[in-house]
Every structure is written in C-alpha cells, then in structure tokens.
C-alpha cells in the first residue's frame, strides 16, 4: 500500500495554487493503495439491498466486468449473494457472511457461557410471551391482537419479541461458532425448544 499522500493542493496551469476536495485525495489514496478485488470486497460488504454489478463497479472504481468477476469470486466464496431482476443479475452481502461478522464481534465482546446464559434468558423470556398471549409467535401475536400501531404497547412488544427472536437466532449461530473453535467441531444452533417457531440460522 502506498504511504504516499497525494496532495490537497497543487499548481495550476496559470502557475496559481488549484485546490482539491478532500473527498477526491481520499478516494485517490483510496484507489492507489488497493487492489481491484479489495475494492469490490470492500463495497460488497457494505451492501444490504442488492445492486447490479456497474452499480459495485461504479463505487468501487472498476469497470463493470472486472466486478463481475471479482463478485464470482465472492459469491462461490458465501460472502456475496445473487438473484434475479429479469435480465439483471444483483448482488448484496450474504446472511451467512452478515451473521458471521456479527458473531466474531460477538464473540470478542463475551465469553461462551456468557453467550450461553444470553441464549436461556431469551428462550424465557419468549416462553413468557408465549404462554402469556396464548400465541406461539410475534406473526401470530400480530394477528390475533391485531397489532397495526407500530407506537402501540402492543406494537412495542411486537417490535421486542421480533428483535428477540433475531438476538436469540445470532446467539445460536455464535454460541456454534464459538463450541466449533474450541472444539474443531461444527455443531450447528442447538436443537432444543427456542420458545419460538421462527426460522433459525444454521452455520
């Protein structure tokens, strides 16, 4: 990577001082000290919506085939994922790769028996919620209670179990994640009632 920084000033033409934006040196630098495949990694990853490929390739300053290879790589790699708009292939950050990162955050943050007591607390709490409104999940909660005020109590614990739910499947996934570096064996989610019959996240 070049430790050269380019300059935000330099003479113009008629011998007169010509300054540059900020925005510009940065991306120069930005651009210099990369490689191609590291600017499309880098743009991947801060993709949530898909994009097409020239949309990548725009931000990541390549040209368009060049990020159709590079986002192949990626995608046989599980970082990238596709579908289809028509003719149109796009692209954004897998669910795996986007569950991954926040697991080693995770992980770096708290122990596994700190993780494992999170993953019980959540299972309670759901059962709570449960056996409280009779309901087996927040969709169902949503119907029964006819819950459409997002501002509602209702609609408040709607939005908790929903975000719980997600918490506990993250939980899941780094509590794996985790057993798996420790023992050299990848186990998957545990198996056991999660106190909710939405999807789980399998790594």
């Known amino acids: 990577m070049s ?20 925005n510009d ?10 490689t191609p495949f590291e600017r499309v990694y880098e743009i991947s990853c801060r993709v949530y919506d898909p994009v097409s490929a020239p949309q990548i390739a725009d931000r990541a300053r390549v040209s368009p085939t060049t990020a159709r290879k590079h986002l192949r790589t990626l995608v046989n790699a599980g970082e990238v994922e596709i579908s289809q708009d028509g003719q149109t292939t796009l692209y954004r950050r897998s669910e795996t790769a986007i569950v991954t990162e926040h697991a080693q955050s995770l992980l770096a943050e708290r122990t596994l028996e700190e993780i494992a007591a999170g993953i ?9 919620w449960r056996e409280e409104y009779g309901v087996d999940s927040p969709e169902e909660f949503a119907r029964e209670l006819d819950v459409s005020d997002a501002d509602s109590d209702y609609g408040a614990l709607l939005t908790e ?10 939980a899941q996934a780094t509590l794996a994640i985790g057993e798996a570096r420790r023992t050299g064996h990848l186990t998957g989610t545990d198996t056991d009632n999660d106190g909710d019959d939405g999807p789980s996240i399998v790594v």
Do not use: C, F, H
């Not at 003479?11 to 900020?22: A, C, F, K, L, Q």
């Not at 179990?161 to 993250?170: D, E, K």
């Open 25 to 34: 040196v940065v991306l120069e630098q930005w651009v210099e000290g990369t």
């Open 3 to 22: 430790e050269e920084t380019p300059p935000a000033r330099r003479t113009s033409p008629d011998g007169g001082t010509e300054y540059r934006d900020v």
């Open 120 to 128: 019980a607390e959540m299972k309670a709490t759901i059962q709570s």
């Open 161 to 170: 179990w929903q975000t719980t739910r997600r918490n506990l499947a993250l």
